[in-house]
Protein backbone atom coordinates (compact mmCIF):
# COMPACT_ATOMS: atom_id res chain seq x y z
CA UNK A 1 0.00 0.00 0.00
CA UNK A 2 1.33 3.44 -1.02
CA UNK A 3 0.31 6.26 0.82
CA UNK A 4 0.40 9.68 -1.28
CA UNK A 5 -0.06 13.17 -0.92
CA UNK A 6 -1.90 15.33 -3.66
CA UNK A 7 -1.25 18.26 -3.51
CA UNK A 8 -3.94 20.47 -5.53
CA UNK A 9 -2.07 23.50 -7.35
CA UNK A 10 -2.72 26.25 -9.80
CA UNK A 11 -1.62 30.05 -10.28
CA UNK A 12 -5.44 30.72 -11.33
CA UNK A 13 -6.92 31.49 -7.65
CA UNK A 14 -10.06 33.60 -8.05
CA UNK A 15 -10.03 35.84 -5.10
CA UNK A 16 -5.99 36.27 -4.91
CA UNK A 17 -4.16 35.05 -7.88
CA UNK A 18 -0.88 33.65 -7.90
CA UNK A 19 -0.78 33.13 -3.99
CA UNK A 20 0.54 29.77 -4.26
CA UNK A 21 3.77 31.16 -5.36
CA UNK A 22 3.60 34.49 -2.95
CA UNK A 23 5.92 34.48 -0.32
CA UNK A 24 5.23 33.82 3.32
CA UNK A 25 8.71 34.39 4.30
CA UNK A 26 12.06 35.90 1.89
CA UNK A 27 12.35 33.27 -1.31
CA UNK A 28 9.56 30.56 0.60
CA UNK A 29 6.33 30.74 -1.16
CA UNK A 30 2.92 29.41 0.45
CA UNK A 31 3.89 26.30 -1.59
CA UNK A 32 7.12 25.39 -0.30
CA UNK A 33 5.08 25.60 3.51
CA UNK A 34 2.68 23.31 2.75
CA UNK A 35 5.44 20.86 1.11
CA UNK A 36 7.95 21.79 4.07
CA UNK A 37 4.65 20.66 6.58
CA UNK A 38 3.81 17.85 4.65
CA UNK A 39 7.45 16.55 4.64
CA UNK A 40 6.70 15.59 8.52
CA UNK A 41 4.08 13.93 7.87
CA UNK A 42 4.91 10.00 8.91
CA UNK A 43 2.64 8.35 7.35
CA UNK A 44 3.25 9.99 3.56
CA UNK A 45 5.20 8.40 1.15
CA UNK A 46 5.18 10.28 -1.41
CA UNK A 47 3.96 14.11 -2.14
CA UNK A 48 3.15 15.33 -5.68
CA UNK A 49 1.74 18.35 -6.47
CA UNK A 50 -0.76 18.35 -9.09
CA UNK A 51 -1.23 21.60 -11.26
CA UNK A 52 -3.04 22.10 -14.85
CA UNK A 53 -1.47 21.92 -18.71
CA UNK A 54 -2.23 25.77 -18.71
CA UNK A 55 1.17 27.80 -19.75
CA UNK A 56 0.64 29.31 -16.52
CA UNK A 57 1.14 27.02 -14.25
CA UNK A 58 4.48 26.45 -16.40
CA UNK A 59 5.52 28.18 -12.77
CA UNK A 60 4.32 25.81 -10.31
CA UNK A 61 6.11 22.99 -12.70
CA UNK A 62 9.39 25.18 -12.46
CA UNK A 63 9.66 25.65 -8.76
CA UNK A 64 8.87 21.68 -8.50
CA UNK A 65 12.00 21.12 -10.40
CA UNK A 66 13.83 23.54 -8.55
CA UNK A 67 12.82 21.66 -5.44
CA UNK A 68 13.18 18.02 -6.46
CA UNK A 69 9.05 17.55 -5.98
CA UNK A 70 7.14 15.34 -8.30
CA UNK A 71 4.57 17.15 -9.93
CA UNK A 72 1.63 15.80 -12.31
CA UNK A 73 -0.07 18.45 -14.83
CA UNK A 74 -3.44 17.69 -16.12
CA UNK A 75 -7.03 19.17 -16.93
CA UNK A 76 -6.96 22.26 -15.67
CA UNK A 77 -11.78 22.62 -15.07
CA UNK A 78 -11.83 18.04 -14.34
CA UNK A 79 -9.76 18.38 -11.08
CA UNK A 80 -11.20 14.85 -10.00
CA UNK A 81 -10.07 13.72 -13.44
CA UNK A 82 -6.70 15.02 -12.53
CA UNK A 83 -6.41 13.48 -9.58
CA UNK A 84 -7.34 10.10 -10.21
CA UNK A 85 -4.92 10.17 -13.80
CA UNK A 86 -2.28 12.06 -11.27
CA UNK A 87 -2.93 8.82 -8.03
CA UNK A 88 -2.68 6.10 -11.19
CA UNK A 89 0.90 7.26 -12.47
CA UNK A 90 2.14 7.55 -9.00
CA UNK A 91 0.28 3.83 -8.06
CA UNK A 92 -1.20 5.25 -5.43
CA UNK A 93 -3.62 3.12 -2.95
CA UNK A 94 -4.45 5.53 -0.56
CA UNK A 95 -4.59 9.34 -1.26
CA UNK A 96 -4.09 12.05 1.13
CA UNK A 97 -6.17 15.39 -1.03
CA UNK A 98 -4.18 18.70 0.41
CA UNK A 99 -5.23 22.46 -1.30
CA UNK A 100 -2.11 24.17 -1.94
CA UNK A 101 -3.71 27.11 0.57
CA UNK A 102 -2.44 25.66 3.45
CA UNK A 103 1.12 26.55 4.87
CA UNK A 104 0.04 26.13 8.18
CA UNK A 105 -1.31 22.64 7.68
CA UNK A 106 -0.41 20.07 10.88
CA UNK A 107 1.48 17.17 10.16
CA UNK A 108 -0.01 15.27 13.38
CA UNK A 109 -3.33 16.12 12.27
CA UNK A 110 -2.38 14.49 8.64
CA UNK A 111 -0.77 11.80 10.30
CA UNK A 112 -4.12 11.02 12.93
CA UNK A 113 -6.43 11.33 9.97
CA UNK A 114 -4.66 8.73 7.89
CA UNK A 115 -4.10 6.45 11.25
CA UNK A 116 -7.70 6.37 11.02
CA UNK A 117 -8.14 5.27 8.02
CA UNK A 118 -5.42 2.80 8.00
CA UNK A 119 -6.52 1.09 10.94
CA UNK A 120 -10.38 0.64 10.16
CA UNK A 121 -12.58 -0.13 7.07
CA UNK A 122 -13.19 3.09 5.49
CA UNK A 123 -13.47 4.58 2.42
CA UNK A 124 -13.02 8.72 3.13
CA UNK A 125 -12.09 10.36 6.49
CA UNK A 126 -11.70 14.09 6.71
CA UNK A 127 -11.69 16.09 9.73
CA UNK A 128 -14.17 18.88 8.73
CA UNK A 129 -17.50 17.02 8.33
CA UNK A 130 -18.40 19.28 10.56
CA UNK A 131 -15.02 21.18 11.02
CA UNK A 132 -13.87 21.23 14.42
CA UNK A 133 -10.29 21.90 13.60
CA UNK A 134 -9.15 25.77 12.27
CA UNK A 135 -9.35 26.44 8.51
CA UNK A 136 -6.31 25.53 6.76
CA UNK A 137 -5.95 22.34 8.54
CA UNK A 138 -8.20 19.91 6.50
CA UNK A 139 -7.27 17.04 5.96
CA UNK A 140 -9.11 14.30 3.22
CA UNK A 141 -8.01 10.82 2.95
CA UNK A 142 -9.78 8.02 0.73
CA UNK A 143 -8.65 4.98 -1.31
CA UNK A 144 -7.81 5.02 -4.81
CA UNK A 145 -10.81 2.16 -5.65
CA UNK A 146 -13.12 5.29 -4.21
CA UNK A 147 -11.59 7.71 -6.43
CA UNK A 148 -11.69 5.43 -9.16
CA UNK A 149 -15.48 4.65 -8.41
CA UNK A 150 -15.80 8.53 -8.52
CA UNK A 151 -14.20 9.36 -11.78
CA UNK A 152 -16.02 6.46 -13.42
CA UNK A 153 -19.64 7.77 -12.23
CA UNK A 154 -19.87 11.54 -11.83
CA UNK A 155 -21.61 13.20 -14.14
CA UNK A 156 -22.94 16.83 -12.83
CA UNK A 157 -20.31 19.36 -13.35
CA UNK A 158 -19.70 19.98 -9.68
CA UNK A 159 -18.34 16.52 -9.10
CA UNK A 160 -15.48 17.03 -11.63
CA UNK A 161 -14.83 20.33 -10.44
CA UNK A 162 -14.32 19.26 -7.05
CA UNK A 163 -12.72 15.73 -5.73
CA UNK A 164 -14.35 14.58 -3.53
CA UNK A 165 -18.41 16.26 -4.21
CA UNK A 166 -19.28 12.69 -5.63
CA UNK A 167 -18.48 10.81 -2.70
CA UNK A 168 -20.15 13.50 -0.22
CA UNK A 169 -23.50 13.11 -2.54
CA UNK A 170 -23.32 9.47 -2.50
CA UNK A 171 -22.90 8.66 1.44
CA UNK A 172 -24.76 5.95 1.31
CA UNK A 173 -22.55 4.00 -1.26
CA UNK A 174 -19.49 4.93 0.89
CA UNK A 175 -17.88 4.46 4.99
CA UNK A 176 -17.34 7.72 5.86
CA UNK A 177 -15.76 8.99 9.67
CA UNK A 178 -15.15 12.45 10.64
CA UNK A 179 -12.52 13.04 12.76
CA UNK A 180 -13.15 15.55 15.86
CA UNK A 181 -10.96 17.59 17.19
CA UNK A 182 -11.01 17.85 21.57
CA UNK A 183 -11.77 21.62 21.38
CA UNK A 184 -13.23 23.06 18.44
CA UNK A 185 -11.22 25.77 16.79
CA UNK A 186 -13.07 26.04 13.72
CA UNK A 187 -13.43 29.73 14.10
CA UNK A 188 -9.50 30.09 13.55
CA UNK A 189 -8.98 30.77 9.82
CA UNK A 190 -5.40 29.90 8.38
CA UNK A 191 -5.83 28.98 5.05
CA UNK A 192 -4.94 31.73 2.41
CA UNK A 193 -7.76 32.58 -0.05
CA UNK A 194 -7.42 36.75 0.74
CA UNK A 195 -4.68 38.76 0.94
CA UNK A 196 -6.01 39.28 4.33
CA UNK A 197 -4.99 36.01 5.16
CA UNK A 198 -1.68 35.65 3.57
CA UNK A 199 -0.34 38.49 6.09
CA UNK A 200 -1.90 36.67 9.38
CA UNK A 201 0.36 33.81 7.94
CA UNK A 202 3.41 35.75 7.70
CA UNK A 203 3.06 37.33 11.35
CA UNK A 204 2.28 34.10 12.24
CA UNK A 205 4.97 32.13 10.50
CA UNK A 206 7.44 35.20 11.65
CA UNK A 207 7.22 34.90 15.51
CA UNK A 208 7.67 30.78 15.01
CA UNK A 209 11.02 29.37 14.84
CA UNK A 210 9.62 25.77 15.64
CA UNK A 211 9.71 23.28 12.31
CA UNK A 212 7.22 21.58 12.01
CA UNK A 213 4.74 24.37 12.87
CA UNK A 214 1.64 22.53 14.79
CA UNK A 215 -1.80 23.90 15.52
CA UNK A 216 -0.84 24.16 19.37
CA UNK A 217 2.30 26.42 18.32
CA UNK A 218 -0.04 28.38 16.11
CA UNK A 219 -2.93 28.93 18.65
CA UNK A 220 -0.60 29.81 21.21
CA UNK A 221 1.25 32.79 19.32
CA UNK A 222 -2.19 34.06 18.13
CA UNK A 223 -3.88 33.89 21.70
CA UNK A 224 -0.98 35.86 23.28
CA UNK A 225 -0.49 37.95 20.18
CA UNK A 226 -4.09 39.23 20.05
CA UNK A 227 -3.86 38.30 16.25
CA UNK A 228 -6.96 36.84 15.39
Not at 22 to 48: A, F, R, W
Not at 191 to 198: G, N, S
Amino acid sequence: MTIGCIIQARMGSTRLPGKVLMDVTKGKPVLYYVINQLKHCKSIEKIIVATTTLQEDDKIVQFCMDNKVSYFRGDSKNVLERHYLCAEKFSLSTIIRMPSDKPLLDPEVVDKVVGVFSSNSFDYVTNFLPSTFPSGTEVEVFSFDSLKTAHEEAILPSEKEHVTNYIYNHKDDFRIFNVVNSENLSNLRWAVDKIEDLRLVRKIVSKIDKNPILIKISLSYSKMSQVL
